[in-house]
């Protein structure tokens, strides 16, 4: 079974950057697709972005295409979300989660981490 950690979250000002990182152990991260999905208050949670096994296609939500960019680096067993010109309504916890293929349901997922919060405030 895998377990996956988030890590990289903390405060900006609106317009900067930040990179998250997904760390796996107790599996190989290149044997799932592994989409990143983020809940604000009150809010439901959200796909962000997915990156699939194998070819490694990526899929954006529309609301941070051309701003967020996924990656993964399998000898690290790692995947990132670089988030730039971050908004104030980027701000929730982020999480990552694993799954055999790209999906958009959350509940369709196997593995999560814990979450990192974003915060994104002057």
């Known amino acids: 079974q895998v377990q996956l950690v988030e890590s990289g979250g903390g405060l900006v000002q609106p317009g900067g950057s930040l990179r998250l990182s997904c760390a796996a152990s107790?599996?190989?991260?290149?044997?799932?697709?592994i989409g990143w999905f983020r809940q604000a208050p009150g809010k439901e949670r959200e796909g962000v972005s997915c990156i699939s096994r194998g070819d490694g296609d990526t899929h954006y939500t529309n609301s941070v295409k051309g701003r967020f960019t996924i990656s993964r680096d399998n000898a690290k067993n790692t995947v990132y979300l670089q988030m730039n010109s971050l908004k104030p309504e980027d701000t929730a916890v982020y999480y990552c989660a694993a799954a055999v293929t790209c999906r958009v349901v959350a509940s369709e997922y196997d593995y999560w981490g814990q979450g990192t919060q974003v915060t994104v405030s002057s």
């Open positions: 107790g599996g190989t991260l290149d044997y799932y697709a």
